[in-house]
């Protein structure tokens, strides 16, 4: 594990001749910290100038990839052109140009994921329930340790015989538990980049437990970055803290392109 020299290095040196490059992103905890009301969480201002500059000069494909809903992404960045955004862990993706797509859910799982809604709703959780194209999360942030661990008791036992009989997953995430479809996840977002980038170098950066599949499918591919004030253990190649080194990497990415900063 590297914090910075030359895997960071290395590839920016591949930037600098390659014709075309790819650089993911994850959205809460990478570009924007992380916020008691999810609905305040806007990237880190140091950041916003050079992603902008990364967006303009076209030097790059710019994507980023969240759990969050694309057209929620596109709200909380405020930008104009938008950058390409996969949304609901790549099942909806949303292009600079206002494309819109979101994948099918069949209808025994679309009948799961509202049952689960419905036991959320009921048990008083409206206020941390997330409703998502292909799933729902329950957010913890900002609860007493004592209260997360009974309340996330509650909701494993209530939720994960729905992964049993349905085509779902659940799992925890940096502030809570999600329920999501298992045809999409940030590693395929990654593959499917991948492939339509062919040999072009590509990076993925994110910080929480959802973005190791994107990790494990970099492997072999370009780079990966963990982005997080601390170290956790990871498959990423690299960690960078936010916002400083952050805005660091993205800098040297943007020189390597050519571009203005």
Not at 161 to 190: A, Y
Not at 241 to 250: I, K, S, Y
Request: a negative charge.
């Amino acid at each position: 594990m590297y914090r910075t020299g030359s895997p960071i290095d290395d590839f920016v040196g591949t930037l600098e001749t390659a014709s075309n490059s790819a650089l993911l992103l994850d959205y809460d905890g990478t570009l924007a910290p992380f916020v008691e009301e999810r609905n305040a969480a806007i990237p880190y201002p140091q950041v916003m100038p050079v992603l902008r500059d990364l967006v303009d000069s076209e030097c790059t494909r710019v994507v980023i990839v969240s759990g969050r809903s694309a057209t929620e992404v596109a709200m909380l960045l405020r930008m104009n052109p938008l950058p390409e955004i996969w949304g609901a862990h790549g099942l909806e993706r949303l292009l600079p140009d206002g494309t819109f797509t979101v994948g099918k859910v069949d209808r025994r799982t679309a009948r799961a994921i509202k049952d689960a809604a419905a036991w959320a709703s009921a048990q008083g959780f409206d206020d941390r329930l997330e409703r998502k194209p292909g799933g729902i999360a329950l957010h913890w942030r900002g609860m007493d340790p004592d209260t997360i661990d009974e309340v996330s008791q509650r909701a494993f036992s209530a939720l994960l015989p729905l992964t049993r009989i349905n085509r779902l997953s659940l799992g925890e995430f940096d502030g809570g538990i999600e329920l999501r479809v298992k045809s999409c996840n940030k590693g395929h977002v990654v593959e499917r980049i991948a492939r339509e980038m062919g040999d072009a170098p590509i990076a993925y950066l994110g910080d929480d437990r959802t973005d190791e599949d994107a990790f494990r499918a970099m492997q072999g591919r370009g780079l990966s970055v963990l982005v997080r004030p601390e170290l956790r253990p990871t498959s990423a190649e690299v960690w960078l803290r936010p916002p400083d080194e952050l805005v660091d990497f993205l800098n040297s990415w943007l020189h390597a392109r050519g571009g203005a900063r």
